[in-house]
């Protein structure tokens, strides 16, 4: 009897794990897709930033006679160009990640890389409104001020708006935080096989 108890309790509790990583698998892809959402939308806001930078800094340096406006719309232009190819490539990549099926453990290193990358692009984008302001307030002591002093509004304004971007999109996947977490109190399926979570 008592072995036939503990072959029977050793069923139920194989059953229970296999349904808890039914469970955990579900949740942690459903995450994991509104990762990968939120990165599509964010990939888009920035290529439409960097295509409208272009438009508008193509445009206006074209039509500038002011030295300092046509450097302020020529910088635009560029930041534009690099910011919709870093968009486009970004959005690629998402694309990709939208059709893999990942255990939870690689979701949730993906899911803290991304919010790692925006953590240290927000540094970045202070040190853009930094030098940006710097080279407007030195603009004088450098030869061609007007130029200077319109190349660092421009990095100034790019910097702001890059700041605001970042910081958004770090707050929308903090915003997660919880959910990801919890999940891994209970049975997670590794590329190595199961692991057993609990935060004490």
Partial sequence: MRIVATIL???ATIQ???QSLKINDAAFAQLNNRRV?????????LG???AANIVGGVAGALASTD???KSFHTM???WGAVNLGIAGMGY????KEAGQSLTCDKALARYESNKQLFLINAGLDIAYIGSGVALSAYADDLNNSDRWRGYGKSITMQGIFLLVFDGTMYALHQHN?????KLLEGVCVTGNGVGFNYTF
């Fill in 9 to 11: 309790l050793s069923l």
């Fill in 16 to 18: 229970g794990m296999a």
């Fill in 37 to 45: 959402a939120t990165n599509k939308t964010g990939m888009t806001i």
């Fill in 48 to 50: 439409a930033w960097g």
């Fill in 67 to 69: 030295q300092k406006w």
């Fill in 76 to 78: 635009n232009a560029l």
């Fill in 92 to 95: 690629i990549g998402a694309r």
């Fill in 177 to 181: 935080n919880k959910q990801w977490y």
